[in-house]
């Protein structure tokens, strides 16, 4: 697509995003000129329209509340300030609606992806909030497939696995003044929870949301007190509360990256080195929860590549229930092949792909105390 774009064919960068992201989209939501596409993902409608001069994208996102509209509306002016680089949300009516326009030569195909990206992430991301926190209302009802009865009740129960194993773990780190490890244990519980049971609506929201204050530049102490409340709020969740978050929709641009395997060990180089290191001097728990955290935290942002994604939930099923020495040379062995690019193995973890199917070996991951 660069290359079209370098030979000023910008339509064809358009057509070639959308293609990118599902090559069923254009017979499916375009017009026969391939000008125009109204392309649903989750509550909202992206309309594309591709003329010969400019490249414009509208998605109608929510109707204003009834009540007092001033609230809503300074989220509205924070969103468009950050974290919204590309598009805007501007007030059409009695709707809020994604709108971003350019000329066709500016529509360089990373550029044209992130708007689109942009627009889908968000609308996700803050349609549920301003729906219980201010009134408003869909325009639209999100498609949605509900997970059968024994899914569900399969995910509420390593949901509270989860949760009920790290406050053992928090408990166990506070008795052993080790404060700094429970930064850890509330990082990887949430990436754990979004790995197995990939939760839609307003419980992703907040658990995204408090991923991204974990990581922030704000005190340490502080961070890991806001994650500790918030996974006592989790345990505190109501079973229906959870149900309706459980779901698949359509999408258009999915909130994951694809993986790529020379990015991944670009951003697994911190772990190598910090692992290798705490390895050395004999800090077997460190090394275990830093590569933990590299594993998980790869998983949270990419739908993982099925050869990487096999050497690591090998080694997390071998390293299950492990002294913590034992656990963090397996966890290490799996970070050189992947290090490497030496990513051979039987294949036994999984009979299948899902991720229900392969969450279900994860209880207990942390070794033992």
Request: charged fraction near 25%; proline fraction near 5%; include cysteine.
């Amino acid at each position: 697509m660069l290359k079209w774009w370098e030979e000023k064919n910008y339509r064809d960068v358009v057509l070639g995003v959308i293609d990118y992201a599902d090559p069923s989209l254009s017979g499916k939501y375009g017009n026969a000129s391939r000008t125009e596409f109204t392309i649903p993902h989750g509550s909202i409608i992206v309309n594309v329209k591709v003329t010969d001069t400019h490249f414009h994208v509208e998605a109608p996102f929510l109707y204003l509340p009834e009540g007092p509209k001033v609230p809503i509306m300074r989220q509205i002016a924070q969103l468009n300030f950050s974290p919204l680089n590309l598009a805007q949300v501007v007030k059409k009516e009695d709707q809020l609606v994604f709108r971003y326009s350019c000329p066709l030569e500016l529509c360089e195909p990373y550029k044209v992806y992130d708007v689109l990206r942009e627009i889908c992430i968000y609308s996700d991301t803050y349609d549920d909030e301003f729906i219980t926190k201010f009134g408003a209302k869909r325009i639209r009802e999100p498609q949605i497939r509900p997970y059968p009865k024994e899914t569900l009740d399969k995910a509420w129960q390593k949901f509270q696995d989860y949760l009920r194993e790290a406050n053992e773990y928090i408990t166990y780190f506070d008795s052993k003044r080790m404060y700094s490890f429970n930064w850890d244990i509330v990082s990887l519980t949430l990436r754990k929870i979004e790995y197995y049971a990939c939760p839609q609506g307003y419980l992703r929201t907040e658990i995204e949301r408090t991923v991204t204050e974990l990581g922030s530049d704000k005190p340490f102490n502080d961070r890991v007190a806001r994650g500790k409340e918030f996974l006592q709020k989790l345990s505190a969740m109501d079973r229906s509360r959870f149900d309706a978050d459980m779901y698949v929709a359509e999408t258009f641009i999915p909130y994951k990256w694809r993986s790529v395997l020379e990015n991944i060990k670009q951003n697994f180089q911190h772990a190598n080195e910090t692992s290798a290191k705490e390895i050395s001097n004999g800090d077997h728990i460190g090394a275990t929860l830093t590569i933990l955290f590299a594993f998980y935290n790869l998983f949270f942002s990419n739908n993982v590549q099925d050869d990487v994604a096999a050497v690591i939930e090998n080694a997390m099923k071998d390293a299950s229930g492990k002294p913590w020495p034992e656990a963090s040379l397996i966890l290490r062995q799996a970070l050189d092949k992947v290090m490497s690019g030496d990513l051979s193995l039987q294949l036994a973890v999984t009979e299948t792909n899902s991720r229900q199917a392969r969450g279900s070996i994860f209880s207990g991951i942390f070794g033992r105390k």
